[in-house]
């Protein structure tokens, strides 16, 4: 067991994209490929926010609106230029990437709930420009006839969209673990922890800071130019401050700061609504009251405290073990 564990923390990016792989080939329900398609999605925001609030410490509820303007992009390219997806696809990017700068560079320097409150404000500055701005986004009818995406003569089907998807979470997972590893991934990590120690260890704390959300932002903006391409039709309600907010509680369930638990945490808050619809009800009141119960007991997430209780069992018996021997 304890190779087991061992190989899936060293290698998480291939058994995620061995898992990517094999889904949509397995499950043949429709319905079901488009939650795959959906956890990829999701899988793409959490981990390119967890480059911003895991690993730097920053506060930000407009996630899901970088996601939106990479689709409006997207859209906007497509249905009056004519440009094919995979221009549309780095536009997008592109253009969420410039909206992260304009409001990471001057808001930075807040912290905490301050800096919470300017992104939320931010995102729905961008939702009152898609609903007022009717030239250019259609207002609130929203952008409808956006080509399904094409690479050459290849029109793409649903499950040409997951395995985009999947590659572009795959890109966002070896980023990630490439930062974790290197210089700037100390210098992020140390920014979180403690500004003052980083700033006096030479590190340029704005400008990681903006790297950082810069880089979170054009993912995410990708991430957002996929789903336009495949939904065909987007409005202001499709991404809205709520959808941040569920953005942020998949990395904070799966373990802000670490490689794969952001990513599990999207799979499980896109999964869990689908297994519990039988109870509308009461089945967000149980996903949000599990995600409550999982901070307290352990402020990292469920998922960094279940592998530490796994390795300490995988300690426990390997003492034992080593005991008996004697």
């Not at 067991?1 to 499950?27: E, N, Q, R, W």
């Not at 690479?151 to 795959?170: D, E, K, N, Q, R």
Request: glycine content about 12%; some cysteine.
């Amino acid at each position: 067991m304890k190779k087991v564990y061992d190989f899936l923390k060293k290698h998480s990016i291939i058994v995620v994209a061995v898992l990517g792989i094999l889904a949509p080939l397995v499950i043949t329900n429709t319905y079901h490929v488009h939650i795959i398609l959906m956890c990829m999605m999701y899988g793409v925001l959490a981990s390119s926010l967890n480059i911003a609030v895991g690993m730097t410490g920053l506060s930000n509820l407009a996630h899901a609106t970088f996601f939106g303007i990479g689709a409006y992009a997207a859209a906007i390219l497509n249905t009056r230029y004519g440009l094919p997806f995979y221009l549309t696809f780095f536009a997008g990017g592109l253009v969420a990437m410039v909206f992260g700068f304009i409001l990471g560079a001057p808001t930075l320097r807040l912290k905490g709930v301050f800096l919470a409150l300017v992104t939320t404000g931010f995102g729905q500055v961008i939702r009152i420009v898609e609903l007022n701005w009717v030239s250019l986004t259609n207002g609130p009818m929203g952008i409808s006839g956006i080509d399904a995406a094409e690479v050459g003569s290849y029109s793409f089907s649903t499950v040409s969209y997951i395995y985009y998807g999947l590659a572009l979470l795959i890109l966002c997972m070896y980023m990630s673990k490439r930062l974790m590893g290197t210089r700037v991934g100390r210098a992020l990590f140390a920014i979180k922890y403690d500004e003052t120690v980083a700033r006096s260890l030479g590190v340029n704390i704005t400008f990681y800071k903006v790297g950082a959300y810069v880089l979170s932002a054009c993912m995410a903006g990708m991430a957002g130019s996929i789903f336009a391409h495949y939904v065909s039709f987007i409005s202001p309600d499709t991404f809205t401050v709520a959808d941040s907010t569920t953005v942020l509680c998949m990395v904070i369930l799966g373990g802000a700061g670490s490689l794969l638990g952001p990513v599990i945490g999207a799979f499980i808050l896109t999964i869990a609504p689908e297994i519990f619809r039988f109870a509308q009800t009461y089945r967000m009141i149980f996903i949000g009251a599990v995600m409550v119960i999982g901070v307290i007991a352990n402020e990292r997430g469920w998922v960094p405290m279940i592998t530490s209780k796994i390795r300490g069992l995988f300690h426990k018996k390997q003492t034992s073990e080593e005991g008996g021997k004697a």
